[in-house]
């Protein structure tokens, strides 16, 4: 019974996701409001919130990876004697290969951005998120107490994700096809992990 409870909730939570962002696509994040996601879910407002506190978070519903969980993880989880940034490195290109959406461009993410870099408020929650990635990656590079080297290290590969993707959508949004995209990304990413090991060799 629980796991049916678990599925029914895993079920309507995705159904809510998919609802608003396909109003979002449609009419932009600021032209939505809550109450129009919960009659075209045919759920409550308070269902809504139930499973999303913001608005913001039905559009950015991966924070996982917008604060890089994944590179974080691959960081705290690398075998001894393993550089960081050759851990972030294979992170990376496992999630390039898998087509994870942090590390992956194509088409729907392209109209995704659209979206988003429409939305003033998204864009705020964009920057909060990139803070908190920032000092997640601190933390796993050095501990609890990172100190300034260490966060400028974690600051420069949030700034690199970013400006990455960021040339990435634009050459989406020429004509340019995903492969060129996705090979403009990885190249300014390897651009970036020889940024990061040329401020401190021993990382």
């Known amino acids: 019974m629980g796991e049916l409870r678990e599925n029914k909730k895993r079920e309507t939570r995705q159904r809510i996701s998919d609802v608003a962002t396909k109003l979002f696509f449609e009419r ?24 999303f506190a913001r608005k913001e978070e039905l ?7 917008l604060k890089m969980l994944p590179f974080r993880q691959a960081l705290i989880e690398r075998p001894d004697g393993t ?3 050759d851990a972030l490195r294979a992170c ?48 796993a590079l050095a501990g609890p107490n990172p100190d300034g080297l260490t966060r400028l290290k974690a600051g420069m590969i949030v700034l690199m994700v970013r400006t990455a993707r960021e040339e990435a959508v634009r050459l989406l949004a020429r004509g340019g096809s995903a492969k060129k995209a996705n090979a403009a990304f990885l190249a300014l990413m390897a651009q970036g992990f020889s940024a990061v090991e040329a401020l401190a060799p021993q990382v």
């Open 28 to 51: 932009g994040f600021e032209e939505v409001t809550i109450d129009e996601i919960a009659v075209a879910a045919k759920v409550s407002k308070m269902t809504v919130f139930n499973y």
């Open 92 to 139: 990376l290109a496992a999630l390039n290969g898998q087509k994870h959406p942090l590390c992956y461009i194509n088409g729907q993410v392209l109209d995704w951005w659209r979206v988003v870099d429409a939305s003033p408020s998204l864009q705020a929650r964009l920057r909060e998120l990139a803070d908190e990635a920032a000092e997640g990656l601190a933390v």
């Open 59 to 65: 559009m950015l519903d991966r924070e996982d990876d």
């Open 83 to 85: 550089p960081p940034v």
